[in-house]
Protein backbone atom coordinates (compact mmCIF):
# COMPACT_ATOMS: atom_id res chain seq x y z
CA UNK A 1 0.00 0.00 0.00
CA UNK A 2 1.65 3.70 -0.80
CA UNK A 3 0.89 6.99 0.31
CA UNK A 4 1.38 10.30 -0.75
CA UNK A 5 2.28 13.33 1.31
CA UNK A 6 1.95 16.74 -0.45
CA UNK A 7 2.49 20.34 1.20
CA UNK A 8 4.82 22.85 1.15
CA UNK A 9 5.77 22.75 5.10
CA UNK A 10 9.15 20.55 4.87
CA UNK A 11 8.73 20.63 8.72
CA UNK A 12 5.09 18.49 8.60
CA UNK A 13 6.55 15.74 6.36
CA UNK A 14 9.45 15.65 9.51
CA UNK A 15 6.65 15.84 12.06
CA UNK A 16 4.59 13.45 9.92
CA UNK A 17 7.71 10.39 9.43
CA UNK A 18 8.52 11.12 13.51
CA UNK A 19 5.16 10.70 15.21
CA UNK A 20 3.16 8.20 12.21
CA UNK A 21 4.67 3.95 12.44
CA UNK A 22 3.52 4.01 8.52
CA UNK A 23 4.67 0.22 8.70
CA UNK A 24 2.50 -0.66 11.06
CA UNK A 25 -0.15 0.64 9.57
CA UNK A 26 0.77 -1.24 6.57
CA UNK A 27 2.21 1.53 4.04
CA UNK A 28 4.90 -0.29 2.03
CA UNK A 29 6.27 2.75 0.41
CA UNK A 30 6.28 6.55 1.23
CA UNK A 31 6.38 9.37 -0.58
CA UNK A 32 6.57 13.08 -0.53
CA UNK A 33 5.76 16.41 -2.68
CA UNK A 34 6.15 19.98 -2.07
CA UNK A 35 3.78 22.04 -4.15
CA UNK A 36 0.46 21.23 -6.39
CA UNK A 37 2.68 20.71 -9.05
CA UNK A 38 5.18 18.09 -8.26
CA UNK A 39 2.08 16.50 -6.58
CA UNK A 40 0.15 16.13 -9.43
CA UNK A 41 3.23 14.39 -11.25
CA UNK A 42 3.78 12.04 -8.81
CA UNK A 43 0.72 10.30 -8.45
CA UNK A 44 0.41 10.18 -12.11
CA UNK A 45 3.60 8.56 -11.49
CA UNK A 46 3.77 6.82 -8.47
CA UNK A 47 0.06 5.52 -8.29
CA UNK A 48 -0.44 6.01 -4.02
CA UNK A 49 -3.66 4.33 -2.92
CA UNK A 50 -3.32 6.84 -0.31
CA UNK A 51 -3.34 10.70 -0.79
CA UNK A 52 -2.57 13.49 2.07
CA UNK A 53 -2.86 17.21 0.08
CA UNK A 54 -2.55 20.30 2.28
CA UNK A 55 -4.69 23.09 0.15
CA UNK A 56 -2.12 26.19 -0.03
CA UNK A 57 0.92 24.84 -1.86
CA UNK A 58 2.89 27.05 -4.08
CA UNK A 59 2.48 26.85 -8.40
CA UNK A 60 -0.64 25.12 -8.01
CA UNK A 61 -3.12 24.64 -5.22
CA UNK A 62 -4.42 21.63 -3.63
CA UNK A 63 -7.79 22.03 -5.25
CA UNK A 64 -6.58 22.69 -8.48
CA UNK A 65 -3.83 19.70 -8.21
CA UNK A 66 -6.53 16.93 -6.91
CA UNK A 67 -8.53 18.36 -10.17
CA UNK A 68 -6.28 17.41 -12.33
CA UNK A 69 -5.36 14.44 -10.59
CA UNK A 70 -8.90 13.37 -11.35
CA UNK A 71 -9.28 14.47 -15.02
CA UNK A 72 -5.85 11.52 -15.37
CA UNK A 73 -8.10 8.81 -14.46
CA UNK A 74 -6.38 8.72 -10.96
CA UNK A 75 -8.72 8.06 -7.56
CA UNK A 76 -6.39 7.79 -4.75
CA UNK A 77 -8.49 8.06 -1.41
CA UNK A 78 -7.76 11.79 -0.23
CA UNK A 79 -7.25 13.51 3.28
CA UNK A 80 -7.29 17.31 2.08
CA UNK A 81 -5.38 18.90 5.31
CA UNK A 82 -6.51 23.27 5.79
CA UNK A 83 -5.49 25.72 7.95
CA UNK A 84 -9.10 27.21 7.25
CA UNK A 85 -12.45 25.78 8.20
CA UNK A 86 -14.12 27.83 4.89
CA UNK A 87 -17.37 26.85 2.87
CA UNK A 88 -15.80 27.16 -0.49
CA UNK A 89 -13.03 24.51 0.04
CA UNK A 90 -15.31 21.91 1.80
CA UNK A 91 -17.80 22.37 -1.31
CA UNK A 92 -15.06 21.72 -3.47
CA UNK A 93 -13.57 18.70 -1.71
CA UNK A 94 -17.09 17.64 -1.42
CA UNK A 95 -17.41 17.87 -5.48
CA UNK A 96 -13.86 15.86 -5.92
CA UNK A 97 -14.98 13.16 -3.83
CA UNK A 98 -12.38 13.93 -0.76
CA UNK A 99 -12.55 10.99 1.81
CA UNK A 100 -11.29 13.46 4.65
CA UNK A 101 -11.27 17.41 5.57
CA UNK A 102 -8.91 17.87 8.47
CA UNK A 103 -8.14 21.40 10.07
CA UNK A 104 -4.14 22.28 10.75
CA UNK A 105 -2.38 21.75 12.80
CA UNK A 106 -2.46 18.67 12.22
CA UNK A 107 -3.43 16.32 15.09
CA UNK A 108 -1.33 13.02 14.93
CA UNK A 109 -4.16 10.95 16.83
CA UNK A 110 -6.98 12.63 14.07
CA UNK A 111 -4.88 11.76 11.26
CA UNK A 112 -4.05 8.36 12.01
CA UNK A 113 -7.59 7.40 12.94
CA UNK A 114 -8.59 9.09 9.38
CA UNK A 115 -6.10 6.78 7.37
CA UNK A 116 -7.04 3.68 9.56
CA UNK A 117 -10.62 4.24 8.37
CA UNK A 118 -9.55 4.80 5.08
CA UNK A 119 -7.37 1.91 5.21
CA UNK A 120 -10.28 -0.50 6.00
CA UNK A 121 -12.89 1.19 3.71
CA UNK A 122 -10.60 0.31 0.87
CA UNK A 123 -9.61 -3.51 2.00
CA UNK A 124 -13.26 -4.02 2.26
CA UNK A 125 -13.87 -2.74 -1.22
CA UNK A 126 -10.65 -4.54 -2.83
CA UNK A 127 -12.02 -7.88 -1.03
CA UNK A 128 -15.38 -6.97 -2.75
CA UNK A 129 -14.32 -6.01 -6.05
CA UNK A 130 -12.38 -9.39 -5.85
CA UNK A 131 -15.40 -11.42 -4.92
CA UNK A 132 -17.06 -10.37 -8.12
CA UNK A 133 -14.27 -11.10 -10.16
CA UNK A 134 -14.16 -14.49 -8.56
CA UNK A 135 -18.17 -14.95 -9.37
CA UNK A 136 -18.00 -14.61 -12.95
CA UNK A 137 -14.84 -16.68 -13.25
CA UNK A 138 -16.13 -19.36 -11.68
CA UNK A 139 -19.73 -18.86 -13.66
CA UNK A 140 -17.67 -18.15 -17.20
CA UNK A 141 -14.91 -20.64 -16.39
CA UNK A 142 -12.52 -17.60 -18.01
CA UNK A 143 -10.51 -14.70 -16.61
CA UNK A 144 -10.34 -11.89 -18.85
CA UNK A 145 -7.10 -9.12 -19.27
CA UNK A 146 -8.78 -6.78 -16.94
CA UNK A 147 -10.22 -8.92 -14.58
CA UNK A 148 -6.27 -10.15 -14.01
CA UNK A 149 -5.40 -6.73 -13.43
CA UNK A 150 -8.38 -5.44 -11.10
CA UNK A 151 -7.49 -9.16 -9.09
CA UNK A 152 -3.68 -8.24 -9.16
CA UNK A 153 -3.73 -5.03 -8.33
CA UNK A 154 -6.71 -6.46 -4.74
CA UNK A 155 -4.29 -8.57 -3.69
CA UNK A 156 -1.26 -6.09 -4.00
CA UNK A 157 -3.15 -3.45 -1.70
CA UNK A 158 -4.27 -6.44 0.99
CA UNK A 159 -0.57 -7.61 1.02
CA UNK A 160 -1.09 -11.18 -0.43
CA UNK A 161 1.29 -12.98 -2.58
CA UNK A 162 0.75 -16.34 -2.13
CA UNK A 163 -3.69 -18.24 -2.24
CA UNK A 164 -4.94 -21.04 -2.96
CA UNK A 165 -8.34 -22.10 -3.55
CA UNK A 166 -10.80 -24.35 -1.42
CA UNK A 167 -13.93 -26.79 -3.06
CA UNK A 168 -16.42 -27.66 -0.79
CA UNK A 169 -18.72 -30.18 -2.93
CA UNK A 170 -21.34 -29.15 -1.23
CA UNK A 171 -23.90 -29.38 -4.32
CA UNK A 172 -27.16 -27.62 -4.43
CA UNK A 173 -27.07 -26.64 -0.43
CA UNK A 174 -27.30 -23.47 0.48
CA UNK A 175 -23.79 -23.22 1.54
CA UNK A 176 -23.73 -22.82 5.05
CA UNK A 177 -20.57 -25.26 6.02
CA UNK A 178 -18.69 -23.18 3.06
CA UNK A 179 -19.75 -19.75 4.72
CA UNK A 180 -18.79 -21.29 8.43
CA UNK A 181 -15.13 -21.66 7.17
CA UNK A 182 -14.85 -18.71 5.30
CA UNK A 183 -15.55 -17.25 8.28
CA UNK A 184 -12.69 -19.07 9.89
CA UNK A 185 -10.63 -18.73 7.37
CA UNK A 186 -10.89 -14.65 7.95
CA UNK A 187 -9.80 -14.93 10.77
CA UNK A 188 -6.43 -17.32 10.23
CA UNK A 189 -5.34 -15.81 7.04
CA UNK A 190 -4.79 -12.36 5.38
CA UNK A 191 -8.34 -12.58 3.25
CA UNK A 192 -11.38 -15.04 2.40
CA UNK A 193 -13.52 -14.79 -0.21
CA UNK A 194 -16.26 -17.02 -1.16
CA UNK A 195 -18.01 -17.79 -4.19
CA UNK A 196 -20.51 -20.67 -5.35
CA UNK A 197 -19.41 -22.78 -8.38
CA UNK A 198 -21.13 -25.93 -10.32
CA UNK A 199 -19.23 -27.76 -8.19
CA UNK A 200 -20.07 -26.24 -5.41
CA UNK A 201 -18.82 -23.75 -3.14
CA UNK A 202 -15.72 -22.43 -3.10
CA UNK A 203 -13.43 -20.02 -0.58
CA UNK A 204 -10.44 -18.01 -2.13
CA UNK A 205 -8.01 -17.91 0.82
CA UNK A 206 -4.78 -15.70 0.31
CA UNK A 207 -2.02 -14.62 2.92
CA UNK A 208 1.60 -14.65 2.48
CA UNK A 209 4.90 -16.19 3.10
CA UNK A 210 4.77 -18.78 4.95
CA UNK A 211 1.58 -19.73 3.40
CA UNK A 212 1.95 -23.61 1.99
CA UNK A 213 -0.33 -26.09 1.17
CA UNK A 214 0.47 -28.25 4.80
CA UNK A 215 -0.65 -24.76 6.61
CA UNK A 216 -3.60 -25.15 4.64
CA UNK A 217 -4.25 -28.64 5.23
CA UNK A 218 -4.26 -28.59 8.93
CA UNK A 219 -6.43 -25.30 9.28
CA UNK A 220 -9.08 -27.68 7.54
CA UNK A 221 -8.24 -30.68 9.43
CA UNK A 222 -8.16 -28.70 12.73
CA UNK A 223 -11.53 -27.36 11.36
CA UNK A 224 -13.17 -30.83 11.27
CA UNK A 225 -12.39 -31.06 15.29
CA UNK A 226 -14.25 -27.90 16.16
CA UNK A 227 -17.16 -28.89 18.41
CA UNK A 228 -19.01 -25.67 17.22
CA UNK A 229 -18.92 -27.32 13.39
CA UNK A 230 -21.64 -27.10 11.85
CA UNK A 231 -24.04 -29.89 12.22
CA UNK A 232 -24.21 -32.97 10.09
CA UNK A 233 -21.30 -34.25 7.84
CA UNK A 234 -19.04 -31.97 6.25
CA UNK A 235 -19.25 -31.89 2.53
CA UNK A 236 -15.91 -33.40 0.49
CA UNK A 237 -13.32 -30.60 0.27
CA UNK A 238 -10.76 -30.32 -1.97
CA UNK A 239 -7.42 -27.93 -1.81
CA UNK A 240 -5.53 -26.69 -4.69
CA UNK A 241 -2.22 -25.97 -4.38
CA UNK A 242 -0.77 -22.99 -3.55
CA UNK A 243 0.51 -20.27 -6.24
CA UNK A 244 1.59 -16.84 -6.83
CA UNK A 245 0.62 -15.47 -9.70
CA UNK A 246 -3.26 -14.60 -10.14
CA UNK A 247 -3.15 -15.63 -14.25
CA UNK A 248 -3.59 -19.36 -12.28
CA UNK A 249 -6.83 -19.04 -10.69
CA UNK A 250 -8.76 -20.49 -12.99
CA UNK A 251 -6.31 -23.80 -12.84
CA UNK A 252 -6.33 -23.44 -8.98
CA UNK A 253 -9.96 -23.58 -9.08
CA UNK A 254 -10.28 -26.82 -11.57
CA UNK A 255 -7.73 -28.32 -9.49
CA UNK A 256 -9.76 -28.29 -6.00
CA UNK A 257 -12.95 -29.08 -7.70
CA UNK A 258 -11.22 -32.55 -9.17
CA UNK A 259 -9.72 -33.09 -5.34
CA UNK A 260 -13.31 -32.75 -3.87
CA UNK A 261 -14.39 -35.11 -6.33
CA UNK A 262 -11.49 -37.57 -6.35
CA UNK A 263 -13.01 -41.04 -5.20
CA UNK A 264 -13.60 -42.35 -2.02
CA UNK A 265 -14.20 -45.65 -0.27
CA UNK A 266 -17.89 -46.32 -0.22
CA UNK A 267 -20.65 -48.29 1.53
CA UNK A 268 -20.07 -51.24 2.95
CA UNK A 269 -16.79 -51.50 2.69
CA UNK A 270 -15.76 -47.44 4.24
CA UNK A 271 -18.16 -48.22 7.43
CA UNK A 272 -16.08 -51.43 8.32
CA UNK A 273 -13.25 -49.48 8.33
CA UNK A 274 -15.03 -46.72 10.47
CA UNK A 275 -15.67 -49.15 12.79
CA UNK A 276 -12.19 -50.74 12.53
CA UNK A 277 -10.62 -47.55 13.18
CA UNK A 278 -12.76 -46.61 16.06
CA UNK A 279 -11.85 -50.28 17.75
CA UNK A 280 -8.19 -49.11 17.14
CA UNK A 281 -8.78 -46.36 19.26
CA UNK A 282 -10.66 -48.00 22.04
CA UNK A 283 -7.99 -50.25 22.44
CA UNK A 284 -4.59 -47.98 21.22
CA UNK A 285 -5.29 -45.23 23.10
CA UNK A 286 -1.36 -45.19 23.93
CA UNK A 287 -0.15 -44.55 20.77
CA UNK A 288 0.16 -41.89 17.95
CA UNK A 289 -3.41 -41.53 17.45
CA UNK A 290 -2.76 -38.32 14.91
CA UNK A 291 -5.61 -38.03 12.13
CA UNK A 292 -3.19 -38.60 9.68
CA UNK A 293 -1.34 -41.46 11.43
CA UNK A 294 -4.63 -43.41 11.45
CA UNK A 295 -5.74 -42.35 8.05
CA UNK A 296 -2.21 -43.20 6.94
CA UNK A 297 -2.74 -46.53 9.14
CA UNK A 298 -6.16 -47.66 7.35
CA UNK A 299 -5.39 -46.18 3.69
CA UNK A 300 -7.67 -43.37 4.07
CA UNK A 301 -8.38 -39.63 3.00
CA UNK A 302 -8.13 -37.95 6.36
CA UNK A 303 -10.75 -35.95 5.55
CA UNK A 304 -13.32 -38.53 4.55
CA UNK A 305 -12.28 -40.27 7.81
CA UNK A 306 -13.51 -37.41 10.04
CA UNK A 307 -16.44 -36.69 8.12
CA UNK A 308 -17.66 -40.22 8.09
CA UNK A 309 -16.58 -41.11 11.86
CA UNK A 310 -18.53 -38.01 12.82
CA UNK A 311 -21.41 -39.42 10.73
CA UNK A 312 -21.42 -42.76 11.49
CA UNK A 313 -20.79 -42.33 15.46
CA UNK A 314 -22.62 -38.78 15.79
CA UNK A 315 -19.10 -37.39 17.71
CA UNK A 316 -15.63 -35.38 16.18
CA UNK A 317 -12.86 -38.18 15.58
CA UNK A 318 -10.83 -36.02 17.96
CA UNK A 319 -13.16 -35.71 20.32
CA UNK A 320 -14.03 -39.14 20.69
CA UNK A 321 -10.00 -39.83 20.97
CA UNK A 322 -9.80 -37.51 23.66
CA UNK A 323 -12.79 -39.00 25.42
CA UNK A 324 -11.42 -42.44 25.71
CA UNK A 325 -7.81 -41.58 26.58
CA UNK A 326 -9.61 -39.10 29.31
CA UNK A 327 -11.58 -42.22 30.77
CA UNK A 328 -8.84 -44.10 31.17
CA UNK A 329 -6.94 -42.06 32.51
CA UNK A 330 -9.63 -41.31 35.38
CA UNK A 331 -9.21 -44.84 35.67
CA UNK A 332 -5.62 -44.99 36.49
CA UNK A 333 -5.97 -42.22 38.82
CA UNK A 334 -8.29 -43.94 40.84
CA UNK A 335 -7.20 -47.47 40.70
CA UNK A 336 -3.57 -46.98 41.09
CA UNK A 337 -0.19 -45.11 42.98
CA UNK A 338 0.93 -44.31 39.45
CA UNK A 339 2.71 -40.48 39.20
CA UNK A 340 1.02 -38.46 36.51
CA UNK A 341 3.90 -38.32 34.52
CA UNK A 342 3.34 -42.20 33.98
CA UNK A 343 -0.26 -42.15 33.49
CA UNK A 344 0.40 -39.06 30.81
CA UNK A 345 2.73 -41.89 29.16
CA UNK A 346 0.23 -44.71 28.89
CA UNK A 347 -2.58 -42.86 27.70
CA UNK A 348 -1.02 -41.23 24.81
CA UNK A 349 0.55 -37.62 25.82
CA UNK A 350 4.05 -36.20 25.34
CA UNK A 351 3.78 -34.63 28.91
CA UNK A 352 2.81 -34.47 31.94
CA UNK A 353 2.01 -30.78 31.89
CA UNK A 354 0.28 -31.61 28.35
CA UNK A 355 -1.74 -34.03 30.35
CA UNK A 356 -2.48 -32.27 33.40
CA UNK A 357 -4.09 -29.31 30.83
CA UNK A 358 -6.64 -31.84 29.35
CA UNK A 359 -7.62 -33.55 31.44
CA UNK A 360 -8.89 -30.46 33.93
CA UNK A 361 -9.76 -29.25 30.10
CA UNK A 362 -12.30 -32.40 30.01
CA UNK A 363 -13.69 -33.08 34.07
CA UNK A 364 -13.10 -29.54 35.36
CA UNK A 365 -10.53 -30.28 38.02
CA UNK A 366 -6.99 -31.48 37.82
CA UNK A 367 -5.84 -34.82 37.79
CA UNK A 368 -4.27 -34.35 41.67
CA UNK A 369 -8.06 -33.19 42.34
CA UNK A 370 -9.48 -36.04 41.30
CA UNK A 371 -7.37 -38.74 42.73
CA UNK A 372 -7.93 -36.92 46.20
CA UNK A 373 -12.37 -36.90 45.58
CA UNK A 374 -11.97 -40.20 44.77
CA UNK A 375 -10.25 -41.23 47.72
CA UNK A 376 -12.26 -39.54 49.95
CA UNK A 377 -15.68 -41.10 48.25
CA UNK A 378 -14.15 -44.92 49.18
Known amino acids: MKLLIADDQISLHRYLDKVMDWGAMGFTEVQHAYDGE ?4 KVAAFH ?3 LILDIHMPILNGIESLKRVRQSGHSPKTIIL ?6 EYARDAIHLQVSRYLLKPVDAVQLRNALEELIRESEAAF ?3 IGAELDRMLYT ?15 DYLGIDRFAVI ?9 HYARWLKEQAAGSFKCAIAGKSKHGSVVLVGGKDPLSGGMLREFIESLLQLPDAPCGSPPPIGISSVAQDAAVLPQLIAESARAAAAPAETGSRLQDTIRRIKKHIDGSFHEDLTLQSVADRFRIDKYQLCR ?6 G ?5 YVMKVRMEKAAELLAGTEWKNSLIAERTGFLDESHFSRAFKKFYGITPKEYRRRHAEAR
Open 38 to 41: EATA
Open 48 to 50: PDI
Open 82 to 87: SAYDEF
Open 127 to 129: RQT
Open 141 to 155: GEMEAEALQTIRKGF
Open 167 to 175: TCADGATDG
Open 308 to 313: VFKKEF
Open 315 to 319: VNYWS
